[in-house]
Structure formats: C-alpha cells, structure tokens
C-alpha cells in the first residue's frame, strides 16, 4: 500500500538538509510520461498517443511526437488517460466536526482532523481545493512546506456572517451577543467571524488578509445548517456588502458569498460579489445581472442530494427545499451556455460523505456533457481563483496540461470522456496523482 506520508517526510528531511548553495546546484527532477491520451483541461476530445515531460514541478512538454529524458524517469502510460488535478472550489477544511462537538475539542486534535483529511482529499485526486470558511491558515503552511500531503489551498479565512445570519451557530435560545463576550466555538476557533455594520464588516475582512486569505467570503443569506436563518432572507446591507468588496478590492482580490434565494444574488452581485455560492434558486431576471457583471456561479449537487441523517427535522426539511432548486439552476446554465461555473461539493462533518465527493462528477452528469463537467472541475475553475490576483498563492498556471503549467496531473484507468463514472472511484481508477512535480500514489511500478 502506498504510503504517501512516510514519502513526504523523507523527501522534506532530504531537502531541508541541504545547505543554500548546495540546492541550487542540484538538477530539477524530469520525469517522461510516455504513451498517454492527454485530457488538456479545455478540450473536448484528448490528445492521443502523446508524452508530457515535467521538469522539477512543472510541465515544460507536451507532444505527440516522441520525447526522450536524459538521465530522467520514464512512466509508461499504458494508453490511460492523463489529465490535470481536480479542483474543488468548495471544501471547508476545518470542519471535519460538527458545530456541536467543537467546543469539547482542543486545538491539537482540531488541526490533526485538518491534516487527515487534506490527505485524504489529495489521494482522491483533488490536488487544490478553496476553503471558503475556516482556519486552515497553518494546514496550508504545513502542506506546502511537505511537512503533510494535501491539496494547494486557497484560504478565505473565517466566513465572515451578521449576527444571526448563517455563520452565526449559537441556538436561538442562546443569549444576545450585547449580554455576552462568549462567542461560541465556530467563532473561537476562526471558522467564522461575525460583523455588523460596515465598519465591523472593514475590520474583519482586513484580519483575514492580514493572515493571508487569498479571498474573501460573506454569507448574504440564510443556510441550511445554521440554526436560526431561514433559506428566504436577506443578510447584510448594502452598504455592509460594498464595504467588504472595498476592502478586499483595496488588496486586489475578490469576494464570494453564500447565498440561495434571487434577492440575495442581485443584492450580491450588484454590490460587487464575483462568486455565488450555491445559488440553487436563481431565477432568469437574476441571471441576466450575472452575466451583465461577469460574477461566476459555484454550484454544487452532492451536497443536497445527500441529506445528512444526524440532524434537527428543521435542518432536514431545509436541505430538502434547497434541493428542489438545483435541477432547474442547473438546467437554466444549461440553456443560456453559461461557462463561469465552478466545481464544489461543500460537505462538512461527515468524513464518510466526503469520501464520496468524486460522485460529484457523475451527479452533473445529468445536466453537461463529460468534458463540460471536467472543464469544471479543472481548468474553469482556475480561471475563478486566478480573480486573486496577487493575493494567489500559486500564480502559475492550474488546471491544464500545457507547457509551463504546474505538474498537477493524474492518470487514469479508463476514458472519463466516455464513461465520467471511472472518476467516482479513485481507489481503483486514480491509477497515479501528482501534485506540484511530487508522486504521492504511482500503482503502476
């Protein structure tokens, strides 16, 4: 069985026990994949009979003609299908628990529940991911620095929620903030923040990126899982909303916020929101004013389609209304051609769920083509988190097979052009994953 952690560890030992001088003398690995059918990220069809060379952590060839490497590895293929990593653009890393166990767990076990599942979402071939709500500021350091495997993080920090809006999980018997200084343990723990009035709005967004958030996120309406915020309302002004843009365009990036209903997707987007996140009940008049402003649609379908058991009738009625939504957003995207549509899942506390998020493929299968939902989960979605600007950790090119891209590939046992369904089941089907020029599972040696 591979053991990626073991890997990781020796090779980060190697590295760091390298004097400046001596490191910079040392070649960049190459690495020959020969005898691949190549997915580019943005085609329809694949590249086939062709090679890709990467060199140190990037691509720097892809050809059908024959490569050679001189002194390099040499990875025959097989005729599988190489394509880049996955991206999902909504994962919240750090709730791996449920709100309720939060404030009987320290701070060690917290990370360590991060760590794991960072692994776990990399060996399913998900080599980024977008936090939109949590503290994973450390969990991004230490996978970047090889200390741990995972994915590339994006962070927004602590989703940043009025009082009472859906980042605001204190019950509804629980006292007013104005009585008591306790915020609760989502808050404690930096999941969320929670801001009222533009000047609260300017302090927390800016904290976020002083910690390093390479974008912002807002819910501007009511959730599914959020104790006291029913799916119809309106969160934030105006006014609240254009601060955190103001803020978060002072630092050339972005904002994304969560949100259902129509009225909160126009008072999103008018007021400079780039990216909706679930938007299960826009209507036409609603998608005219995305389009109009360039935002983008971060979408989701497991998430709904599989409601959680353990919790309250009123949390399951919600997910059951929001599911109602998604087929005729999703069929609406479909009739205007719409592509500024991201690839998320979105679930939270529930590690058996999550090792399910590849079945997000096939569940938008029932509304795209093959290459339109690996367009998605690849390439499109790069495009969304290249909106950071200079605040992307990871300015190089995701989400494509090309010269000078990062060497974020996967092989794969079977054609997912033609059968999408080989992507659910990395364990047998994710037959090699590379993230940043590093193997971390290779079943064909």
Request: aromatic share 8%.
């Amino acid at each position: 069985m591979f053991r990626p952690v073991t890997c990781i560890f020796v090779s980060s030992v190697f590295v760091l026990g390298l004097g400046g001088a001596q490191a910079q003398d040392v070649e960049p690995k190459t690495t020959l994949f020969a005898n691949v059918n190549v997915f580019d990220g943005a085609s329809e069809t694949l590249i086939e009979n062709a090679n890709v060379v990467v060199t140190g952590n990037m691509i720097t060839a892809v050809s059908t003609e024959p490569l050679a490497v001189a002194g390099g590895t040499v990875i025959d293929g097989g005729g599988r299908t190489l394509m880049p990593g996955f991206i999902d653009m909504h994962v919240h890393l750090s709730l791996q628990v449920n709100y309720a166990e939060l404030s009987g767990l320290d701070s060690y076990y917290f990370a360590f529940t991060q760590a794991r599942e960072a692994e776990r979402m990399l060996l399913r071939g998900f080599t980024t991911a977008r936090d939109v709500g949590g503290n994973v500021f450390s969990l991004k350091r230490v996978i970047d620095e090889g200390m741990f495997p995972g994915p590339r993080i994006y962070p927004s920090g602590a989703a940043i929620s009025q009082t009472g809006g859906h980042g605001d999980y204190r019950l509804p018997n629980a006292p007013s903030r104005l009585l008591v200084n306790e915020p609760g343990p989502a808050i404690r723990e930096g999941i969320g923040a929670l801001a009222d009035g533009p000047a609260q709005m300017l302090v927390a967004v800016r904290e976020n990126l002083r910690r390093g958030a390479s974008q912002i996120k807002l819910t501007v309406g009511g959730g599914v899982a959020s104790p006291a915020d029913p799916l119809d309302v309106l969160q934030f002004t105006p006014e609240e909303i254009r601060a955190a843009v103001q803020a978060a365009n002072n630092w050339n990036t972005y904002v994304a916020a969560h949100v259902y209903n129509p009225d909160g997707i126009r008072q999103a987007v008018e007021n400079g929101i780039m990216s909706i996140e679930h938007a299960n009940f826009i209507d036409a008049e609603t998608f005219d004013l995305i389009e109009e402003k360039g935002a983008w649609l971060s979408v989701q379908a497991m998430v709904f389609v599989n409601t959680p058991t353990s919790v309250s009738d009123e949390v399951k009625a919600r997910f059951a209304e929001a599911l109602t939504g998604i087929d005729q957003m999703f069929k609406l995207i479909n009739e205007r051609g719409f592509k500024r549509v991201a690839f998320g899942t979105d679930v939270i506390a529930d590690p058996d769920l999550m090792a399910r998020q590849n079945e997000e493929f096939t569940l938008r299968a029932r509304w795209f083509e093959p290459a339109e939902v690996m367009r998605q989960a690849t390439s499109g979605n790069a495009e969304l988190l290249a909106l950071s600007g200079p605040r992307n950790p990871y300015p190089g090119k995701l989400g494509v097979i090309e010269e000078g891209a990062y060497a974020d590939i996967l092989l794969i046992n079977g054609n997912p052009l033609e059968d999408i369904s080989v992507l659910t089941n990395p364990d047998e089907n994710l037959a090699l994953i590379m993230k940043d020029g590093v193997i971390y599972k290779n079943t064909l040696n």
